[in-house]
């Protein structure tokens, strides 16, 4: 199936794919100002990013409601109240006001992010189609796209006011794409009681660890460009944009590799050429090393997360597959809020390299776990 046919089958939750990348694109290119503006150390600014976690704990628990509730109009809904969210950090003078912020966009992102994966997976059981890469990978193109835009409006002399709001548009202008219609599911189907714990708790690991070192990069790549490197802003702004541009080729491509090889083979892989890449972004003693550090990296991680969820749907039972998908998807989101906070606290002790240096010993774990999975049934 071409990427284009896989673009129009998904594109309500393609849409919403987007408007979270975009959102993120703009945080993470924005990170330095930030961090500048309520002036902390970088155990402290870690810590006060562990906000967005607190945020999306307690949408897991609402998302479900939600997406019941208002069916068709959960999504479109959740991406005009992340719209709203993108503009607050525009106002984060003050630690207290900072986490605060953080927390409601953890939030709103967190509804957004569990239903969109709901959809995907609907889709995916409707059509028989493989539609979770291609996803994925519009959320990396809008990241990257809001993180360049971030960099040059920052390069222009645009002030954190103008430059949030108007990610805020591009993230309002998906919305409208994304109504869809929904299968109606009585309560004795969705009722799961003999889940596949260790599945979920395997692949979950697989897809949490990818998606830890996926957010490392997301927000402190900037940083390190701007003050190891000595890079400008719009230097700075590129690192976060190279991971984008080259996690979005290669989850476009990944549909054409898990073609040819086993979910197990491509998360293996993967996850030898995403050390090679974060190992040199720790060592590089320039912006372009840098960037070729970020670039490799973003080529392995980019596949981890989509190939875990795969892998959970093809070893889970039929009638449990997507109760199996929506909890591994939930584990795999904390990564994206706990990782920075643990490299705050990493390069507030050991500095930025040494932090980066330790997202590799991260990613070394997916490998015995893929050896677990391996040995794991398929389900008849």
């Not at 708790?201 to 996926?214: D, H, K, Q, R, S």
């Not at 979910?263 to 003693?285: D, F, K, N, S």
């Not at 912006?287 to 596949?303: C, E, Q, W």
Request: aromatic share 8%; hydrophobic share 60%.
């Amino acid at each position: 199936m071409s990427i284009f046919s896989a673009l129009r089958l998904s594109r309500a939750p393609v849409a919403a794919f987007m408007a979270v990348g975009f959102t993120w694109g703009c945080i993470a290119a924005m990170a330095p100002v930030l961090k500048a503006r309520i002036g902390v150390d970088d155990a402290t600014f870690g810590l006060i990013l562990l906000g967005t976690a607190i945020g999306l704990s307690t949408t897991l628990y609402v998302a479900p409601r939600w997406d019941q509730m208002l069916g068709k109009w959960a999504l479109p809904l959740g991406t005009v109240m992340l719209a709203c969210g993108a503009v607050l950090p525009a106002v984060a003078y003050t630690v207290p006001l900072l986490f605060v912020i953080l927390m409601v966009l953890g939030g709103v992102s967190g509804l957004t992010d569990v239903v969109m994966n709901s959809r995907v997976a609907e889709v995916e059981a409707r059509t028989g189609r493989s539609l979770m890469n291609v996803n994925h990978a519009m959320f990396s193109v809008a990241y990257a796209i809001s993180a360049l835009l971030t960099g040059a409006m920052r390069e222009a002399g645009w002030g954190p006011p103008l430059i949030f709001a108007a990610i805020a548009v591009l993230v309002l202008c998906t919305a409208p794409f994304q109504v869809m219609p929904v299968q109606k599911v009585s309560p004795e189907e969705t009722a799961t009681p003999r889940l596949p714990l260790g599945l979920i708790a395997m692949c979950g690991l697989i897809v949490l660890v990818g998606f830890m070192a996926e957010a490392t990069v997301e927000a402190w790549s900037a940083l390190h460009i701007e003050r190891t490197l000595g890079g400008g802003a719009a230097e700075g702004a590129f690192g976060p944009a190279m991971l984008g541009l080259t996690m979005a080729m290669g989850r476009f491509s990944g549909q054409a590799v898990a073609a040819r090889l086993s979910e197990i083979a491509v998360i293996q892989i993967a996850t030898g050429l995403a050390i090679v890449g974060v190992l040199i972004a720790a060592v590089a003693p320039v912006p372009a090393v840098a960037y070729l550090g970020f670039g490799l990296m973003g080529l392995g991680i980019s596949v981890i997360g989509p190939m875990g969820l795969a892998l959970t749907g093809r070893l889970a039972a039929p009638r449990l597959r997507t109760a199996a998908i929506a909890r591994v998807a939930v584990i795999g989101f904390l990564g994206f809020f706990i990782a920075p906070a643990l490299m705050g606290l990493g390069a507030q002790t050991f500095g930025l390299r040494w932090a980066f240096a330790c997202v590799a010993l991260l990613l070394a774990v997916i490998w015995p776990l893929t050896r677990f999975a391996e040995r794991s049934p398929t389900p008849r």
